[in-house]
């Protein structure tokens, strides 16, 4: 079946542009969740959804940064006056939520590279 | 907050040498833990998993993972490496009842001939 899919996979903007990054999460995943890789780090959580609502963003670095999910299915990560700083890449993951209502796997998208100049 | 450290940076072995790759964890109660492999332009590939029983848990490649809560660790091994398995590797922990990951900073692993 298919995965996760981002797009678009590379994204160049100039500082103060707006930018949106979608995701496509594997059908029948209630759960979604958005991180933001540096060159040489590892992942780091932005925000997560679990159907349409967003349960916890306590990762959004900022108020620029703002994600939906108004159907429970796709999401877009919406980035506004972007800066330099904001270049990453974007993962965004999907997954069922656990038979106890914990955590489990996830399933990572390959990726969306965002390069702001 | 729960964090992860992964103390190495980066480790080389020679091909079919055997790997063991630190994980330590700081989280209060009993945590999800997982490892994950990125090779280079592509996404993160689940290696393993360990929700709770057995703590020497197997996943794919080969792999296997031990939890020691004493030791609040989740090491990585593979008793034969291949030259394939060059790529990050990243531990990641959860709560039991939030869903937020926290994955720590990565080990590089490259594999000499």
């Known amino acids: 079946g298919a995965g996760v899919s981002q797009t678009p996979s590379n994204k160049v903007t100039e500082k103060g542009k707006y930018v949106e990054l979608r995701c496509d999460p594997i059908?029948?995943?209630?759960?979604l969740y958005w991180y933001r890789q540096s060159l040489g780090q590892g992942p780091e959580f932005l925000i997560y959804?679990?159907?349409?609502?967003?349960?916890?963003d306590s990762g959004l670095p900022n108020d620029r940064f703002f994600a939906v999910r108004p159907e429970g299915s796709v999401s877009t990560l919406k980035i506004q006056r972007t800066e330099r700083g904001d270049s990453a890449v974007y993962l965004c993951?999907?997954?069922?939520?656990?038979?106890?209502?914990?955590?489990?796997?996830?399933?990572f998208g390959p990726g969306t590279r965002l390069t702001v100049l | 907050a729960q964090s992860v450290t992964q103390p190495d940076i980066h480790i080389t072995v020679s091909e079919g040498a055997s790997l063991e790759l630190r994980c330590n964890y700081s989280?209060?109660?009993?945590?999800?833990l997982f490892w994950y492999v990125q090779s280079p332009g592509q996404g993160l590939q689940l290696l393993l998993k360990?929700?709770?029983?057995?703590?020497l848990v197997q996943g794919i490649k080969g792999f296997e993972a031990e939890f020691k809560r004493s030791q609040s660790s989740f090491n990585l091994r593979k008793p034969s490496v291949h030259w394939s398995d060059a790529a990050e590797y990243f531990c990641?922990?959860?709560?039991?009842?939030?869903?937020?990951?926290?994955f720590g900073p990565g080990t590089r692993l490259s594999v000499l001939p």
């Open positions: 059908s029948g995943h209630t759960a």
């Open positions: 959804f679990q159907g349409t609502g967003a349960a916890d």
């Open positions: 990641a922990v959860a709560s039991g009842y939030g869903q937020n990951f926290v």
């Open positions: 989280y209060g109660a009993t945590p999800y």
């Open positions: 993951a999907s997954s069922l939520r656990g038979a106890s209502g914990g955590a489990n796997e996830q399933f």
């Open positions: 360990y929700f709770s029983g057995d703590t």
